[in-house]
């Protein structure tokens, strides 16, 4: 993580002016940014926040002292107010074909913007301002400059900017709240439920710098648990260790009976690392809780499968279309050599103990949810959450907080009224965020035209016992 | 140990938020032979030793409870020595500070320690605080109050006016967090101060002025992405609300009646009234009146208007 420079298998983000994407460094591999097809071998080896430039089919490094003005000349002159300014096709005399032979021939885009300029009719008759905002949409459309940025929670919030839905219309200041509010730090034991694609699971672990242990409940539906923004991290191993998942129907058979003995025996310490594998197997879930209930759970395969795929899609829906399949044929070579090499006893082996290791895992993510370890307790997801609140909060500690995010209000509403009755909850606070950008220029300060409407609700309180009768 | 990490029992040293009612907490320290005095009566500190966070406690008057302090319930409780930041606009700035464990950090000024608290619980135990106060008596404060949270080990105290005296630091700190009355002022002396891979900057200033200034400044100094933001917490108050269904006829023959529009148990928001006596015209009128009831989330009609604009701003590799 401490690495400066991008290496290989690295999840980098890119970063321009209304746009964040991220993708993943890998040699012979294009990505398309902005409509531009960039293949990222040459990005590999540069520093974390260098900037660069697209042109004429390549990527070029802008040096940091030219990294900041991008200045074009060309507005001396100014007009006082556009009472002159008519709306005509013959106000630009480069054509549509002027321009494109123009890139054709490898014309530099600054120098594109210069030729507009100088074939505008009424850029000299424009306000100052207006020949800014002229100026800023033509860089935007014949300049491509990103920077080449290391994913952090408030970048990779950005990539969603645009389709919010897929993190459950959070904003950046609802998450920023919610990281609050949990008291999520260093060593933290937090207990989350998410279906943000792993946004929340991400942005908890990176607040735990490596020590503690984070766990998710995995409700019992048929939806594919998506967690890829977890990669986008480059999450070292040791982070990753921290990370534990929990079938959430197992919590009732914590609630029944007594956590047996050799779950004890088996401390905390004891626990192997490394097994960030996501996916689990019926069989563990079972052998782990009690036989006569059956956990409906997927089987191994196809949740590795559903992940897999899923991630594929996200990471690689920019590849361009034959490099996939080459990407693609690649895969397969190595399956089928590994194949080979392996022989089918070997492979079982190591099969058994990536099970033993997963049962193990659940293990520990069991002892601490039975002994009441949890530090903070989170809900971010698509799920109605009272009654998933109502199962989770008989494993919390008093006095430790609890964030419950909906993109609704309603849901909440009925949270608020459960945890006022019972009594079992104090601070209960149920809100919302006003959020507004403001454009701050000479002259020209104010909120920015558009703005969202909704960051979804938060409701957060202390846990607490009931007042004896 | 109480704000560094998080604990089930009351020991001697604690510091405890009394939780006494909904805006009504106050910090305690857990000495020994001490009692407190709460509009419930008095309290024995020797009474909480032992028990578990979040326990009510018996009263004459009434039950309270004993919270664990987080720097969210600090930050309501707080004794105020200057105007506070409160948590809608700290959440925003250790978020957009990129904080975490390991991040250092440079704040000015100290003012309560509201921020500071939450950033210190952000970045501890692998990486620092260095807060800056031109006011001696605050700075002596604060201080104080981190030794007493066990926070002493992780942050520096500097009693210092960096607008005229600037930060003193060379490429030290991943963030910069400027709370002062001219923050352009300082913010050449921030560009020094953050390491030479980058950094993040922001100011909080309540006018907007301020923030043009700011801006113009960080411009001048090679800062980019830079944003200005607003954010302000709308708080809800749930209430049993009830509205009145009003007679849309004269109330003769087959009426709108809410029970024609929900018939029977599928809507239970609607209750109708008890139909008693049917015998006097009144009555039947009365009983067509039935009441519409729900939960509703009402927004708090008197809400913080402004607090102050927050600026921030990136510096790449210098």
Redesign the interface.
């Known amino acids: 993580m401490s690495n400066?420079v991008v290496s290989e298998g690295d999840y980098v983000v890119f970063?321009r002016d209304g746009a964040t994407r991220v993708f993943q460094m890998k040699k012979n591999r294009q990505v398309f940014f902005e409509k531009a097809k960039l293949s990222v071998d040459e990005l590999i080896g540069q520093?974390?926040?260098?900037?660069f430039e697209f042109e004429r089919g390549k990527i070029i490094k802008v040096e940091?002292s030219r990294?900041?003005e991008l200045q074009i000349g060309g507005a001396e002159v100014t007009g006082a107010d556009n009472r002159n300014l008519l709306d005509a096709d013959s106000n630009q005399k480069m054509s549509l074909d002027d321009i494109m032979k123009m890139k054709e021939d490898g014309v530099r885009g600054e120098k594109i913007i210069e030729v507009l300029i100088e074939n505008s009719e009424t850029f000299k008759t424009k306000t100052q301002f207006s020949q800014a905002k002229y100026l800023k949409k033509k860089k935007q459309k014949h300049i491509l400059r990103f920077?080449l940025l290391r994913p952090?929670?408030?970048l990779v919030v950005e990539i969603f900017s645009k389709e919010p839905n897929k993190i459950c219309n959070m904003r950046?200041?609802t998450?920023?709240?919610l990281?609050?509010?949990s008291?999520v730090?260093?060593?933290?034991h937090v207990g989350v439920v998410e279906t943000c694609q792993g946004l929340v699971l991400a942005a908890l672990l990176?607040?735990?710098?490596?020590?503690g242990k984070l766990i998710h409940f995995i409700p019992n539906t048929n939806d594919t648990m998506c967690r890829q923004v977890m990669d986008y991290f480059n999450f070292p191993k040791d982070h990753l260790s921290n990370f534990y998942y929990l079938p959430i129907t197992a919590l009732s058979n914590l609630q029944e009976t007594e956590v047996k003995r050799q779950t004890q025996e088996l401390g905390l310490d004891s626990l192997i690392p490394a097994t960030t594998d996501e996916d689990f197997s019926d069989s563990n879930v079972k052998q782990e809780c009690k036989p006569n209930q059956s956990l409906e759970l997927p089987a191994d395969e196809e949740v590795l499968e559903g992940e897999h795929q899923s991630l594929k899609e996200l990471t690689d829906t920019k590849l361009v279309g034959d490099e996939k399949k080459n990407g693609a044929d690649v895969e397969m070579l190595d399956s089928t050599v590994s194949q080979a090499l392996n022989t089918k006893r070997e492979m079982e082996a190591a099969r058994d103990i990536k099970r033993q290791q997963r049962a193990e895992r659940l293990k520990v993510a069991s002892m601490i949810i039975k002994e009441k370890k949890l530090?903070s307790l989170v809900i971010a997801c698509k799920y109605n959450p009272t009654p998933i609140l109502m199962k989770l909060l008989d494993f919390v500690?008093?006095?430790?907080?609890v964030v419950v995010y909906c993109q609704f209000?309603?849901p909440?509403?009925?949270c608020?009224?459960v945890i006022?009755e019972k009594q079992i909850g104090?601070?209960l606070?149920?809100?919302?965020?006003?959020?507004?950008?403001?454009q701050?220029l000479?002259q020209q300060?104010r909120p920015s035209i558009n703005m969202s409407g909704t960051g979804g609700y938060l409701l957060t309180f202390?846990?607490?016992?009931p007042?004896?009768p | 140990m109480s704000f560094k990490e998080t604990k089930d029992k009351i020991e001697y040293g604690d510091t405890v938020i009394l939780h006494i009612g909904y805006n009504n907490m106050i910090p305690l320290i857990i000495k020994k032979g001490e009692t407190h005095q709460t509009k419930f009566g008095a309290v024995k500190h020797d009474a909480m030793v032992g028990m578990t966070y979040g326990t009510r406690v018996q009263c004459p008057k009434g039950w309270i409870c004993t919270l664990h302090p987080t720097p969210e319930l600090w930050t309501l409780c707080l004794p105020h020595r200057t105007q506070i930041l409160y948590s809608t606009d700290i959440s925003m700035i250790i978020y957009q500070l990129d904080l975490k464990p390991g991040s250092v950090v440079a704040e000015a000024g100290t003012g309560s320690g509201s921020l500071s608290h939450a950033m210190l619980r952000t970045v501890l135990p692998t990486g620092r605080l260095l807060t800056f106060e031109f006011h001696k008596e605050r700075s002596e404060k604060a201080l104080e109050e981190f030794t007493q949270h066990q926070l002493k080990e992780f942050v520096t105290v500097t009693h210092r006016d960096v607008c005229g005296e600037g930060f003193q630091l060379n490429n030290e700190v991943d963030a910069v967090f400027l709370d002062l009355p001219k923050p352009w002022e300082c913010i050449k002396s921030a560009k020094d101060a953050i390491k030479k891979e980058g950094g993040r900057l922001c100011t909080f200033s309540p006018c907007i002025e301020q923030v043009q200034r700011s801006c113009d400044e960080l411009v001048k100094n090679g800062f980019t992405d830079i944003t200005t933001v607003e954010c302000l917490a709308r708080n809800f108050n749930i209430q049993k609300a009830k509205l009145q269904n009003i007679n849309l006829d004269d109330g003769a023959g087959d009426t709108f009646s809410i029970e024609n529009e929900n018939s029977g148990e599928s809507n239970p928001k609607v209750m109708k009234m008890e139909n008693t006596n049917l015998d006097s015209k009144q009555d039947k009128k009365r009983d067509n009146n039935s009441i519409h009831c729900f939960s509703a989330a009402v927004p708090v009609i008197g809400m913080q208007g402004h607090t102050g604009f927050l600026t921030f701003a990136s510096i790449y590799s210098q």
């Open positions: 400066s970063k520093p974390f926040g260098s900037t940091s990294a900041t920077k952090t929670t408030r950046p200041d998450l920023s709240q990281l609050s509010y008291n730090r260093w060593g933290s990176e607040r735990m710098g490596g020590q530090d500690p008093p006095s430790r907080p209000i309603e909440l509403v009925e608020y009224s006022k104090l601070q606070k149920l809100s919302e965020t006003w959020f507004r950008e403001y701050v000479p300060t202390m846990t607490t016992q007042c004896p």
